[in-house]
């Protein structure tokens, strides 16, 4: 007999809207993402990617919409649901106190709280508990950081550029730490990041902001599999719809056309994106809309 497993839903997203005095930062956005998902956000500068994560930790209210965290809704106030970490791109600690009087004050002011855990990290990247702060490198404050957000147990881990300014051995040190706690105790991850290439390898699901809008979201797999570039004469008028174009580049004798959809494409190339030629496309074509 064959059974069904239900997949549970770790955060869904609906309607969420924030605007400041310069403008709307976040217009309308909505997505789900599966318990267990590793997904890459993504966009341009601007794009409200600071503000979702900062929405979705509880940190900002929002002027409209909601969010939803297992089922549970977080309704229009600021508070941290207690099964989600967040982790913001400035990484603010204590800089003048010692690594282990950053635990004990973080750890006094969750209930859900491994210390444990915290220092298990922090072996991992050898970092000393009497040490201060002021005195680690970036990649170690990123290990701090790391620490402090894993230690909570999170199911629904959000990080905000947790990669920016590390050397390649640091970000392969937080990466690593990361998703042995994703494998081990199946957490969802939420990441925003620049370098695609630091998100391609680890991530199955992809959320692509522009202008504040969700323009793409779903399974990267069952994303690129849903476009293609066409490759053909530039004096040849391209096979599909001009809303199936996601992006046009033209030279003097050729035309290059990302596309969503299947179609017929007899006389074009057809070529599948990788992640990175997808993301770009989207990107350049929202610049272009801009």
Not at 14 to 27: E, F, M, P, Q, S
Not at 202 to 222: K, M, Q, T, Y
Request: hydrophobic letters at 45%; a negative charge; charged letters at 25%.
């Amino acid at each position: 007999m064959m059974t069904t497993q239900i997949q549970t839903t770790a955060l869904s997203v609906n309607g969420l809207t924030k605007t400041y005095r310069t403008g709307r930062a976040l217009d309308d956005a909505s997505f789900s993402l599966p318990q267990g998902a590793i997904a890459a956000l993504v966009g341009a500068n601007g794009s409200g990617k600071s503000t979702l994560l900062s929405l979705l930790a509880g940190l900002l209210a929002p002027d409209a919409g909601t969010v939803s965290v297992f089922g549970d809704d977080l309704g229009a106030g600021t508070h941290t649901h207690p099964r989600v970490a967040f982790l913001a791109q400035r990484r603010p600690l204590y800089a003048d106190m010692t690594v282990r009087d950053n635990l004990r004050i973080v750890g006094a002011l969750n209930d859900r709280w491994n210390d444990d855990r915290a220092r298990e990290v922090l072996d991992k990247g050898r970092i000393r508990l009497d040490a201060k702060v002021r005195t680690l490198s970036e990649g170690q404050r990123a290990l701090v950081g790391a620490a402090l957000a894993l230690s909570r147990e999170p199911d629904l881990l959000l990080l905000d550029e947790p990669l920016a300014g590390l050397d390649p051995l640091a970000r392969e040190d937080l990466l690593r730490i990361l998703m042995a706690d994703v494998a081990d105790r199946g957490t969802t991850l939420l990441m925003s990041a620049h370098v695609l290439s630091d998100l391609e390898a680890i991530c199955d699901h992809l959320v692509l902001l522009e202008d504040g809008c969700v323009r793409l979201c779903g399974g990267i797999d069952d994303l690129l599999a849903d476009h293609q570039f066409l490759v053909g004469a530039n004096d040849v008028t391209g096979p599909v719809p001009a809303e199936a174009v996601v992006d046009e580049r033209r030279t003097d004798r050729q035309a290059t056309l990302l596309v969503r959809g299947e179609t017929d494409a007899a006389g074009w190339d057809v070529e599948r994106p990788s992640l990175e030629a997808l993301v770009i496309g989207y990107l350049r074509a929202g610049r272009e809309r801009s």
